[in-house]
T-cell receptor
Framework: KNEVEQSPQNLTAQEGEFITINCSYS?????LHWLQQHPGGGIVSLFM???GKKKHGRLIATINIQEKHSSLHITASHPRDSAVYIC???????????FGKGTHLIIQP | DVKVTQSSRYLVKRTGEKVFLECVQD?????MFWYRQDPGLGLRLIYF???????EKGDIPEGYSVSREKKERFSLILESASTNQTSMYLC??????????FGNGTRLTVT
């Protein structure tokens, strides 16, 4: 199984700041996922990507396959972005994903 | 939208009890998963199933079993609950290698 490392583990920022969360993994993958989990809530899939860059609203995800690294960016951050962001990698089989431990993001007004 | 429904949001059980956690998805996904989530450890795969009556062990299957008699339903069974099984349990489904769709989770406390 891949090891998935996220950084930082915890991040507190002010509203409006540009946020970057990083994810590194150790071996070849078929796809990388970014997930969001609000306190007490279920997990929502934000992005699934295998190359390049994807954008959805204020969220941008990038992946560099050669460097085995992905970043999740949040522009113009808002308190409602406060959540745990989880990086996960899949190897193309039916056995689900391997998850990072998550980044706990707090955006203060 | 895909809906993955877990039968209970909160559950309190006693040590030694047999516990059933139910999960139903409404989008004809062939893959279904059970994870547990613990602070500092992230999500860990307990069991998964890629078809009716098929099941595969994940990373931490000890103390658990599963049942998939119908495509839409995947049950997690704790044969004899123990305090170290106190955790958040998350069910998920996917179509092929596509994105996972998660239920809202069941927070199980074993006393």
């Amino acid at each position: 199984k891949n090891e998935v490392e996220q950084s930082p583990q915890n991040l507190t920022a002010q509203e409006g700041e540009f946020i970057t969360i990083n994810c590194s993994y150790s071996v070849g993958i078929s796809a990388l996922h970014w997930l969001q989990q609000h306190p007490g809530g279920g997990i929502v899939s934000l992005f699934m990507l295998s190359s390049g860059k994807k954008k959805h609203g204020r969220l941008i995800a990038t992946i560099n396959i050669q460097e085995k690294h992905s970043s999740l960016h949040i522009t113009a951050s808002h308190p409602r972005d406060s959540a745990v962001y989880i990086c996960a990698v899949g190897r193309g089989g039916a056995d689900g994903l391997t998850f990072g431990k998550g980044t706990h993001l707090i955006i203060q007004p | 939208d895909v809906k993955v429904t877990q039968s209970s949001r909160y559950l309190v059980k006693r040590t030694g009890e047999k516990v059933f956690l139910e999960c139903v998805q409404d989008m004809d996904h062939e893959n279904m998963f059970w994870y547990r989530q613990d602070p500092g450890l992230g999500l860990r795969l307990i069991y998964f199933s890629y078809d009716v009556k098929m099941k595969e062990k994940g990373d931490i299957p000890e103390g658990y079993s599963v049942s998939r008699e119908k495509k839409e339903r995947f049950s997690l069974i704790l044969e004899s609950a123990s305090t170290n099984q106190t955790s958040m349990y998350l069910c998920a489904s996917s179509l092929g290698p596509g994105p996972l769709h998660f239920g809202n989770g069941t927070r199980l406390t074993v006393t």
